[in-house]
């Protein structure tokens, strides 16, 4: 991966996408001293069958914002899309390339846009249309033409993204080492306890050690024999 940016931002649908798919990047990142912010479209309030929303959003708020303190992240916003039933389309675009704009990073990582894990288990409408709105507002962040609206805000165009990064992703083209920041983000998983607890009987930890140990081999493979992050790198 490149190694020469000071600033990222993280965008996904869900609390936990994140730590399921790049925390031990982000650890290493923050620990090499750049700065990561994530940026989640929703609360994740429809997560968990057994909670109502009005409590579940703010639940799986507090898991997350302890999940990414775990690897260094000191910011979280939250859009306030409508979990399960995120739509791609010009309001999603403008949320996001309003968060590009506010940060200014030089990558910018999102999951998964593609229909299908790997073309074989299908994604979720969320994972699609965030990644696609994604992807289409890092070029449109630094047009001041587009979405002119939020330059009466203060929020300037930003053309400063050199890259976005995708990870859950069936097309890995780059990799960063999960060495150092595995551990770490091992314990950012096991903050969604609640969540985890619903999702799976094993035991928590059990779980998410064995979750994130084998993608971290599996992806070692492929890189080098060293226990990786796997991304499908853009350039712009």
């Not at 931002?9 to 923050?30: I, K, N, R, S």
């Not at 690897?71 to 390339?97: K, M, N, P, S, W």
């Not at 999702?199 to 226990?227: H, I, K, M, V, W």
Request: net charge negative.
């Amino acid at each position: 991966m490149p190694e020469d940016w000071r600033r990222a931002l993280a965008v996904v649908a869900h609390p936990d996408d994140l730590e399921y798919g790049c925390a031990a990047a982000v650890a290493a990142w923050t620990d090499a001293g750049r700065e990561v912010t994530y940026v989640l479209a929703t609360r994740g309030e429809a997560g968990i069958d057994t909670v109502e929303p009005a409590k579940c959003g703010p639940l799986r708020e507090r898991e997350q914002r302890a999940s990414a303190a775990v690897v260094g992240v000191e910011t979280v916003e939250f859009l306030d899309h409508q979990d399960g039933v995120i739509e791609y389309g010009t309001a999603l675009r403008r949320d996001i390339a309003a968060a590009i704009r506010r940060h200014r990073p030089e990558l910018v990582i999102t999951l998964n846009h593609r229909d299908t894990w790997d073309g074989a288990h299908w994604n979720t409408p969320d994972h699609v249309a965030v990644g696609r709105a994604t992807l289409d507002a890092a070029g449109g962040a630094g047009n001041r033409w587009i979405f002119p609206e939020l330059t009466g805000r203060g929020l300037e165009p930003w053309g400063g993204v050199r890259w976005v990064a995708v990870f859950g992703t069936a097309h890995p083209t780059h990799a960063v080492d999960a060495t150092a920041g595995l551990e770490r983000s091992i314990s950012s998983l096991l903050e969604h306890r609640t969540y985890i607890e619903v999702l799976t009987s094993e035991d928590p930890e059990t779980y998410c050690r064995g979750f994130l140990t084998e993608n971290a081999q599996a992806t070692a493979e492929r890189f080098g024999g060293t226990p990786a992050v796997p991304f499908e790198l853009f350039s712009r």
